[in-house]
């Protein structure tokens, strides 16, 4: 899966989606990350050709402790159903969060809850 990363301004739309969708054509998914966290995220719903949208993990922290923090959480999941893009909470760390999402109806989860982070092939050896 290859990542475009929502808290970084994207110039040309176009071009972007150009590259995505050849990603895609070659068999790759793609993923908005950070969603929520720049000023274009509806923007770039809109545009982007993408398969998954991992929606910022200051908005799964805020869910269970903010007072519209889960109403934002459900509206951007249910958004994202609708066009049909699957979802992803980032900073999954405990099982209340965990029940909340998935009666947010967020498909998938990252956090430690699951496992922590672990050095990949990239890391050791320099190549991909």
């Given amino acids: 899966m290859f990542e475009v990363t929502e808290s970084a301004e ?3 739309l176009e071009q972007t989606n150009k590259l995505i969708r050849e ?7 793609v993923c908005l990350d950070d969603f929520g966290a ?4 509806f923007q770039y719903l809109r545009a982007l050709d993408i398969d998954f949208v991992k929606i910022d993990g200051s908005y799964v922290r805020e869910a269970l402790s903010k007072p519209n923090g889960k109403s934002f959480l459900k509206a951007m999941a249910s ?16 099982e209340p969060v965990a ?10 989860g990252q956090g430690y809850l699951f496992g ?5 092939v990239i890391g050791q050896s320099g190549t991909a």
């Fill in 99 to 108: 029940k909340f999402l998935i009666e947010a109806c967020v498909k998938y």
């Fill in 79 to 94: 958004l994202c159903a609708d066009i049909g893009i699957d979802t992803i909470a980032e900073m999954v760390e405990d």
């Fill in 116 to 120: 922590k982070p672990a050095p990949g």
């Fill in 38 to 41: 720049g000023a274009a995220a």
């Fill in 10 to 12: 994207i110039i040309n």
């Fill in 23 to 29: 990603l895609r054509d070659k068999g790759h998914h």
